[in-house]
């Protein structure tokens, strides 16, 4: 896999192909989390829908198919949960202004399964339409065979637009399935009028088209949040460590957990709310506490923390930090380096784009309900 950042030439493009193959052993971790401090609620990177670059997807379709056609090769089906997966990457491209591969082009948890082969293409360019970008894929060699696979049969489709150059993000995913999955389109015109709008909100407090509201109310439907008693989520509330610990309790599944009589924190007793989910998650080592024996409950979590939380939620899985940070408020020997790195690396947080080019993560800066519910939400995704 190439990763190529774009400030010189106004194309490039990366490309990406496997056989399904064994996930990455885990690896045990074991930092000790920093008092937290609170800070602004996190804002939304901007966004980009199918409907907003509906000419692009559609002459991108048909440009790649025109292709196929002309080397003899079988149409592809546009798939709405491939292209969902690929319209999320490219939203994430446009919002750092990094061109780079998707970890879950093949991964993914909504992915129809059945697939036995996967490619993935991305690019961005200042032209702005779906035939410039599938030409700057025909005359690159490895973009050119992930195209002409010939036993491929259905293709996800993803256009963003940055706020920053107005450059045109793209991401093109390639699958062979032995039995199309039925979400699939002959036409990109057919994958767009199934587009279903927006559902209205789960709480009175997040009306749909709110930022992070589908995240919401995936939260819960999950079961995972249920609000207040008063029908409200609270999104620019910040999340307290307590409820980090039941949120993450039930993100596992609600694993089956007896709690000790005896508390492993010196501030935390058995009566307490969210006992329970505390001492499992002291027990599963995704906390440590602190070292002189506390929980801290009632304080909020701050991002740095959120980051080493997630990580060792996956199981801490083998993985190398690059040597120079993607945030620039992050160096190297932050005590979660690796951690927010790995994160950045997931696309589970974006962090902020700023107007020197460079993005922030604001490790100091404190979670909030929404935030949370976004990065909880692609975690999940993303298999973990």
């Not at 056609?69 to 999320?88: D, F, H, T, W």
């Not at 999955?181 to 709008?197: C, D, G, N, Q, W």
Request: proline share 8%; no cysteine.
């Amino acid at each position: 896999m190439s990763t190529e950042t774009r400030r010189l030439p106004k194309t490039l493009a990366a490309a990406a192909s496997l056989l399904l193959a064994g996930l990455l052993a885990a690896a045990p971790a074991s930092a000790v989390e920093t008092p937290p401090a609170p800070a602004p609620a996190e804002l939304a990177a901007p966004q980009s829908s199918p409907a907003q670059s509906r000419q692009q997807i559609i002459d991108m379709f048909n440009g790649i198919n025109a292709f196929r056609k002309g080397k003899g090769l079988q149409p592809l089906r546009i798939g709405a949960n491939a292209s969902l997966v690929a319209q999320e990457w490219s939203n994430r491209m446009a919002a750092t202004t990094t061109l780079e591969h998707s970890s879950g082009y093949a991964t993914d948890k909504r992915l129809d399964p059945g697939f036995v082969a996967a490619a993935e293409n991305v690019a961005y360019n200042s032209y702005g339409t779906g035939r410039s970008m599938v030409d700057q894929w025909i005359n690159s060699p490895g973009h050119n065979a992930n195209m002409s696979r010939p036993a491929d049969n259905v293709m996800g489709v993803g256009i963003a637009f940055d706020k920053q150059d107005g450059f045109m993000w793209g991401t093109t995913t390639y699958y062979q399935y032995g039995r199309v999955p039925s979400k699939t389109y002959a036409t990109a015109e057919e994958y767009l009028a199934s587009v279903a709008p927006a559902p209205s909100g789960v709480f009175k407090d997040v009306p749909a088209g709110r930022a992070f509201a589908e995240d919401i109310r995936w939260m819960a439907e999950q079961g995972i949040s249920t609000g207040w008693p008063d029908g409200t989520f609270r999104p620019l509330d910040a999340v307290r460590r307590d409820a980090m610990a039941a949120f993450i309790y039930r993100l596992e599944g609600s694993p089956q957990h007896k709690p000790q009589n005896i508390s492993p924190f010196s501030d935390v007793s058995p009566g307490q709310q969210f006992y329970k989910e505390m001492t499992w998650l002291a027990g599963t080592k995704i906390t440590t506490g602190w070292p002189d024996g506390t929980f801290r409950p009632l304080d909020t979590v701050r991002r740095d923390a959120m980051a080493a939380f997630l990580y060792r939620s996956a199981g801490s899985p083998a993985y190398t930090p690059p040597r120079t940070s993607a945030f620039s408020d992050v160096s190297t020997g932050n005590q979660f380096y690796k951690e927010i790195s790995w994160l950045a690396d997931q696309g589970i947080s974006t962090g902020w784009s700023q107007p020197n080019g460079t993005r922030t993560f604001a490790p100091g800066q404190a979670v909030a309900r929404d935030a949370m519910a976004a990065f909880m939400h692609r975690f999940d995704q993303r298999g973990w």
